[in-house]
């Protein structure tokens, strides 16, 4: 008997030290007992590919909204991840909490919004909104990177992402090789980042078809807010002229007016896209459809400060 129990104690040896190893790492602070490597630091690793950063932004971020809830937020894709609370907080005096996750499509923009109404009574809600993906031929949803960890916790043990995430963050703790952390396509060279570009505007406004599910949902979303005394904004930024070029030769132009009008119609909209002296200088954007950090920080004081505050125009 005795012989059994070492070598049953042996048999789950491996498997101990596995959940240990992620007990201990804890790279999206899920289960929030040990913090060896600092929260800055486990972000940075999350953003480190373009596979690893749209999954491990949802997880992160509704972790950390669960845990400290705010009653502001900003909903939206990757174009709005780099809006910095911070500096919205010293604008308004207010706290708010960015949601944004890169590769958001609508359906998860919708899910990240009923999320945080689900846990936090909400005063103000910024929805960073583009026509790149208003499709409904790009309709999916990554809330479940968030949502299969709250419904069946023991997955955090399980999943191999979960593993890779680890050992990244052990990797980069240990070796700071920039490797580890920075192959997103936001490193790539500036021939290649033009080249992706392009094959994106295919990606994004290829077989366009308008999305009626969209506004059903916004709808929704506008009477929730009318009914719990919500302030609602949306919010869209500015791309470079290359997309609009695209647009107007694929003859889209009409189709991007109606998803302004739609976005108009569901509540105040700040418009940004009208700034053209920004989207003629290829210098304020890292690709054709994301701004670099010191233009979102521009934008950012635009937004939230009442002096600069731009009327809603289609």
Request: charged content about 25%.
């Amino acid at each position: 008997m005795k012989k059994y129990f070492f070598r049953g104690l042996i048999f789950a040896l491996p498997l101990f030290v596995y959940v240990l190893f992620i007990l201990i790492v804890d790279p999206y602070n899920f289960i929030n007992v040990f913090h060896v490597i600092p929260a800055k630091e486990k972000f940075r690793v999350i953003q480190r590919t373009d596979e690893s950063s749209p999954r491990g932004n949802i997880l992160w971020k509704t972790i950390e909204f669960k845990r400290n809830p705010v009653p502001n937020i900003i909903v939206g894709d990757s174009q709005g991840k780099d809006i910095d609370v911070v500096l919205v907080d010293s604008l308004t005096g207010e706290p708010y909490y960015n949601l944004c996750a890169p590769g958001s499509s609508f359906e998860t923009m919708f899910n990240m919004f009923w999320f945080a109404a689900r846990h936090s009574k909400l005063e103000k809600v910024y929805f960073q909104v583009a026509f790149m993906n208003y499709n409904a031929n790009r309709q999916y949803d990554l809330f479940h990177f968030a949502a299969d960890y709250f419904e069946r916790p023991y997955e955090y043990f399980t999943t191999r992402e979960i593993f890779f995430d680890a050992v990244a963050n052990v990797a980069w703790a240990v070796s700071r090789n920039s490797y580890i952390v920075e192959r997103s396509y936001e490193y790539l060279s500036p021939m290649n980042m033009e080249n992706m570009a392009r094959k994106r505007l295919d990606m994004f406004f290829g077989n366009y078809i308008y999305p009626d599910k969209y506004r059903d949902e916004f709808i929704k979303i506008k009477q929730y807010c009318s009914d719990n005394d919500i302030k609602l904004c949306f919010v869209i930024l500015p791309v470079y002229k290359e997309v609009d070029q695209y647009l107007e030769e694929k003859g889209m132009i009409a189709d991007r007016l109606r998803f302004r009008k739609d976005i108009n119609s569901y509540g105040y909209t700040i418009n940004l896209d009208k700034l053209t002296y920004l989207k003629e200088d290829r210098n304020n954007f890292i690709d054709y459809f994301h701004p670099t950090q010191s233009v979102i920080d521009a934008l950012t004081r635009i937004i939230w400060s009442d002096e600069y505050r731009l009327e809603s125009n289609p």
